[in-house]
């Protein structure tokens, strides 16, 4: 009992973390596993060894990307984490006619891009093409006092945490997870909701360490989240996803509405399930 009780203690010290990964000795680890903040006696003694990750300013042009890698957000976060900002000039972010699924896959870790009217746009380009995270900077976005957390579906809902625990170690700001149900949900149905912040809220202090307050909504997703986040220009939004197809369409106007707030997108692909095997009868 004492082996499993340690071994319980040790992953769940080596699960919460942030921006960086690790894997296993034995083949790679779950997605949302890749999320520890540095490495220590314990994780190696269970087998895990990091890999630091780090921002990348991604812009169409030099210019634009030296602007975004000084952006004091941008530099106060890479600064606490011990990371760093690396550059790449992606002229594809420029057009939206260019196919991203044609290009290459080399990106890691967290693409960092500036708030614009089509960002979402250039979020799904950078997903398609192998970034895990994509962070939105509008100019002069102050240090936020409140990050608000939302995940798209339940596939995204383990490295939305796992990432939000990792920002809010290096970021003084209250955490609210927000849920949002339809508007025409049953009566009958709605304490459901209620019993899934529970869920979202130990999962959260157990496996993460991370102490967040949870708010059940009813109605529209968008406007939902625009009108939290016009509540204070201080705010920071977390948004996971698991399909990158239609983000525009399904969130299209969240950017035009919150120009002020950064937004930190969190896209991790929903994991198969592997095929029943057919059995075959014996001669």
């Given at each position: 009992?004492?082996?499993?009780?340690?071994?319980?203690?040790?992953?769940?010290?080596?699960?919460?973390?942030?921006?960086?990964?690790?894997?296993?000795?034995?083949?790679?680890?779950?997605?949302?596993?890749?999320?520890?903040?540095?490495?220590?006696?314990?994780?190696?003694?269970?087998?895990?060894?990091?890999?630091?990750?780090?921002?990348?300013?991604?812009?169409?042009?030099?210019?634009?990307?030296?602007?975004?890698?000084?952006?004091?957000?941008?530099?106060?976060?890479?600064?606490?984490?011990?990371?760093?900002?690396?550059?790449?000039?992606?002229?594809?972010?420029?057009?939206?006619?260019?196919?991203?699924?044609?290009?290459?896959?080399?990106?890691?870790?967290?693409?960092?891009?500036?708030s614009r009217p089509d960002a979402l746009k250039n979020i799904e380009c950078l997903l398609t093409r192998g970034a895990e995270e994509v962070f939105v900077l509008p100019a002069n976005a102050p240090s936020?006092?409140?990050?608000?957390?939302?995940?798209?579906?339940?596939?995204?809902?383990?490295?939305?945490?796992?990432?939000?625990?990792?920002?809010?170690?290096?970021?003084?700001?209250?955490?609210?997870?927000?849920?949002?149900?339809?508007?025409?949900?049953?009566?009958?149905?709605?304490?459901?909701?209620?019993?899934?912040?529970?869920?979202?809220?130990?999962?959260?202090?157990?496996?993460?360490?991370?102490?967040?307050?949870?708010?059940?909504?009813?109605?529209?997703?968008?406007?939902?989240?625009?009108?939290?986040?016009?509540?204070?220009?201080?705010?920071?939004?977390?948004?996971?996803?698991?399909?990158?197809?239609?983000?525009?369409?399904?969130?299209?106007?969240?950017?035009?509405?919150?120009?002020?707030?950064?937004?930190?997108?969190?896209?991790?692909?929903?994991?198969?399930?592997?095929?029943?095997?057919?059995?075959?009868?014996?001669?």
């Amino acid at each position: 009992m004492n082996r499993v009780l340690r071994a319980a203690a040790i992953h769940t010290a080596c699960v919460t973390t942030s921006f960086e990964g690790f894997a296993l000795r034995k083949g790679r680890a779950p997605k949302h596993w890749r999320w520890w903040r540095k490495r220590s006696p314990r994780c190696v003694e269970a087998g895990r060894t990091s890999t630091r990750r780090s921002f990348t300013a991604c812009a169409a042009n030099e210019s634009e990307v030296e602007r975004l890698s000084r952006h004091p957000l941008l530099v106060e976060l890479a600064t606490r984490m011990s990371t760093r900002v690396s550059s790449r000039v992606e002229p594809a972010l420029a057009s939206s006619d260019v196919d991203c699924k044609a290009m290459d896959r080399h990106f890691s870790g967290a693409a960092v891009i500036a708030s614009r009217p089509d960002a979402l746009k250039n979020i799904e380009c950078l997903l398609t093409r192998g970034a895990e995270e994509v962070f939105v900077l509008p100019a002069n976005a102050p240090s936020p006092q409140r990050v608000l957390i939302h995940w798209a579906d339940e596939a995204a809902r383990a490295a939305t945490l796992a990432v939000s625990a990792s920002m809010l170690r290096h970021v003084s700001a209250e955490a609210v997870y927000l849920d949002v149900k339809p508007e025409h949900t049953a009566a009958t149905d709605r304490p459901q909701g209620m019993r899934g912040l529970l869920d979202a809220r130990s999962e959260a202090q157990a496996v993460h360490g991370l102490e967040m307050r949870t708010e059940l909504h009813f109605g529209d997703v968008t406007a939902e989240l625009v009108r939290r986040l016009n509540e204070s220009p201080d705010q920071l939004l977390i948004l996971g996803v698991s399909q990158i197809a239609g983000l525009a369409q399904r969130f299209g106007e969240l950017l035009a509405a919150i120009p002020r707030s950064p937004l930190l997108v969190v896209y991790r692909e929903p994991e198969s399930v592997p095929e029943p095997q057919t059995a075959v009868g014996m001669a």
